[in-house]
């Protein structure tokens, strides 16, 4: 192993840095396995909003297509 001499300031950056990281990445694990379940339910999660104006079958189609190609934009990095 390292020996690392380290003060209280810099040891307590290196485990808020790790901390922080490890938040962010569990963070994101939550995102996704939502947004599969909600693909795999056929669910929309409330952040996606497209509003199309008209009332017409064609006009529902196109919103659904959009709605959809968000949610699976978003597995994408």
Known sequence: MYDLKLNNVQWE???QAYKNTN???H???T???FNQ???SDHLTPSYIKITI???KR???NTKQAATTF???KEFRF
């Open 31 to 33: 995102a996704i396995s």
């Open 53 to 55: 104006i008209g009332h």
């Open 27 to 29: 963070r994101t694990n």
């Open 13 to 15: 950056k290196v485990t």
């Open 37 to 39: 379940i909600c693909r």
């Open 23 to 25: 938040d962010k990445l």
């Open 58 to 60: 064609h006009c529902y």
């Open 70 to 72: 968000r949610l699976n």
